[in-house]
């Protein structure tokens, strides 16, 4: 028996694609102090459109782990379950490394006034462990993978909403009583985070850390209800009954997400039940008109951009990280001033040519373009690199 040919869901490819693409031009404007509101995260509550580009990454994610699981017929083996969990182990470590890549090189610029030998100097910038973040973004996400991976394969699929309603639910009395709504460190998220982690190993937000373990549980939530949408993408053939549903799901998810918001606030930093599924809504809404445009339509010429971040979305991802963090800490003299090479394209040659706020996003949209660069030559080449 042949099996059959996998073809990739090119409007999915175009979503993780213009995802991707966005996180990076968020996290690398030319100067924080000079960032476009809507290119700016809420400061407590309420939704930008920056918000919306990680949880979109991680609902695709829920979508994909139901494509790749397919191959395994959703049945529990010791197999797919070592899989899970080498690729779950290989993200998160992969999130460490790049953690301590970019302490080790602050460390390293920051010991260079001091009088070290050379052996000194490296060892004590490479001895960073003790202040490392343990969890941040690619944590989160290889948490949320193999949570969702094993309980896909361990639980009947009909019995999965109700897990995800019990989740958000759950998570909201934690955060009900546990003054979870305040932005300080009497917060639950907080106090939790700073008796598991300790305070060296957190990200400092007002004591809370965006990505903490309490705010894994609704992230979870988060990539089951995506898998959910992913198995109803894929069990309906008739395209215009899956747009049909796409947007049905998307206007109820969305509608109840902000109606709720009046008792549950919308807030990204502790990963609310309400932010949930109002960026679940919007998520499968945008995947629906995709899928329209795309194939429906027919309008695919303008979606090859995004379509070289969207094939290899997380090797791109790690670049993007690594390369800012070296244009952040490679320092270079300019007119005796002592700058990174961040610093010098953006003061030195953006900004006295496209002002503050203008030259920002001027050098956040090149550092898009050096990165798809490399992500349309491997695109070219055909390279897909998993991880």
Same mark, same amino acid.
């Given at each position: 028996?042949?099996?059959?040919?996998?073809?990739?869901? *090119?409007?999915? %490819?175009?979503?993780?694609?213009?995802?991707?693409?966005?996180?990076?031009?968020?996290?690398?404007?030319?100067?924080?102090?000079?960032?476009?509101?809507?290119?700016?995260?809420?400061?407590?509550?309420?939704?930008?459109?920056?918000?919306?580009?990680?949880?979109?990454?991680?609902?695709?994610?829920?979508?994909?782990?139901?494509?790749?699981?397919?191959?395994?017929?959703?049945?529990? !083996?010791?197999?797919?379950?070592?899989?899970?969990?080498?690729?779950?182990?290989?993200?998160?470590?992969?999130?460490?490394?790049?953690?301590?890549?970019?302490?080790?090189?602050?460390?390293?610029?920051?010991?260079?006034?001091?009088? /070290? !030998?050379?052996?000194?100097?490296?060892?004590?910038?490479?001895?960073?462990?003790?202040?490392?973040?343990?969890?941040?973004?690619?944590?989160?996400?290889?948490?949320?993978?193999?949570?969702?991976?094993?309980?896909?394969?361990?639980?009947?699929?009909?019995?999965?909403?109700?897990?995800?309603?019990? *989740? /958000?639910?759950?998570?909201?009395?934690?955060?009900?009583?546990?003054?979870?709504?305040?932005?300080?460190?009497?917060?639950?998220?907080?106090?939790? %985070?700073?008796?598991?982690?300790?305070?060296?190993?957190?990200?400092?937000?007002?004591?809370?850390?965006?990505?903490?373990?309490?705010?894994?549980?609704?992230?979870?939530?988060?990539?089951?209800?995506?898998?959910?949408?992913?198995?109803?993408?894929i069990k309906t053939q008739d395209i215009n009954q899956k747009l049909e549903k796409l947007f049905l799901i998307g206007t109820i998810l969305t509608f109840a997400g902000f109606l709720l918001s009046y008792g549950c606030p919308?807030?990204?930093?502790?990963?609310?039940?309400?932010?949930? *599924?109002?960026?679940?809504?919007?998520?499968?809404?945008?995947?629906?008109?995709?899928?329209?445009?795309?194939?429906?339509?027919?309008?695919?010429?303008?979606?090859?951009?995004?379509?070289?971040?969207?094939?290899?979305?997380?090797?791109?991802?790690?670049?993007?990280?690594?390369?800012?963090?070296?244009?952040?800490?490679?320092?270079?003299?300019?007119?005796?001033?002592?700058?990174?090479?961040?610093?010098?394209?953006?003061?030195i040659l953006l900004r006295p040519c496209f002002g503050d706020y203008f030259g920002s996003l001027v050098y956040a949209l090149i550092f898009v373009a050096i990165n798809w660069g490399v992500g349309y030559i491997l695109y070219k080449k055909k390279i897909y690199?998993?991880?």
């Amino acid at each position: 028996m042949n099996k059959p040919v996998k073809q990739r869901l *090119l409007a999915l %490819d175009i979503l993780r694609g213009i995802t991707i693409a966005g996180m990076i031009m968020v996290n690398n404007p030319g100067s924080w102090n000079y960032v476009y509101a809507p290119l700016g995260h809420a400061a407590w509550n309420g939704l930008t459109p920056t918000d919306l580009v990680f949880p979109f990454f991680m609902f695709i994610m829920g979508i994909s782990t139901y494509i790749s699981l397919r191959k395994y017929n959703f049945t529990f !083996s010791s197999d797919a379950f070592w899989k899970i969990i080498k690729r779950t182990i290989v993200i998160f470590a992969i999130g460490l490394g790049i953690a301590w890549f970019s302490l080790f090189c602050r460390t390293w610029n920051a010991l260079s006034s001091e009088e /070290l !030998s050379f052996g000194a100097h490296l060892w004590q910038s490479i001895w960073t462990f003790d202040h490392i973040r343990i969890m941040g973004v690619m944590q989160r996400l290889a948490l949320c993978y193999g949570a969702t991976a094993i309980i896909a394969l361990t639980m009947k699929h009909k019995n999965i909403p109700y897990l995800i309603a019990f *989740l /958000l639910v759950g998570y909201f009395f934690v955060l009900l009583f546990g003054n979870g709504f305040e932005y300080n460190d009497t917060n639950i998220l907080s106090k939790v %985070d700073r008796a598991i982690l300790g305070v060296n190993h957190m990200y400092q937000d007002n004591g809370i850390d965006p990505e903490g373990i309490l705010s894994t549980i609704p992230s979870i939530a988060h990539v089951l209800i995506g898998f959910c949408v992913g198995r109803m993408i894929i069990k309906t053939q008739d395209i215009n009954q899956k747009l049909e549903k796409l947007f049905l799901i998307g206007t109820i998810l969305t509608f109840a997400g902000f109606l709720l918001s009046y008792g549950c606030p919308i807030n990204k930093k502790i990963w609310s039940p309400t932010f949930v *599924l109002a960026t679940c809504g919007l998520g499968s809404s945008f995947l629906a008109l995709l899928i329209w445009i795309i194939d429906v339509k027919g309008y695919k010429n303008w979606s090859r951009f995004f379509e070289s971040f969207g094939v290899n979305p997380l090797f791109i991802y790690v670049m993007a990280g690594v390369l800012s963090i070296l244009l952040g800490n490679i320092l270079i003299t300019h007119d005796a001033t002592v700058m990174s090479l961040h610093g010098y394209f953006y003061n030195i040659l953006l900004r006295p040519c496209f002002g503050d706020y203008f030259g920002s996003l001027v050098y956040a949209l090149i550092f898009v373009a050096i990165n798809w660069g490399v992500g349309y030559i491997l695109y070219k080449k055909k390279i897909y690199i998993k991880i």
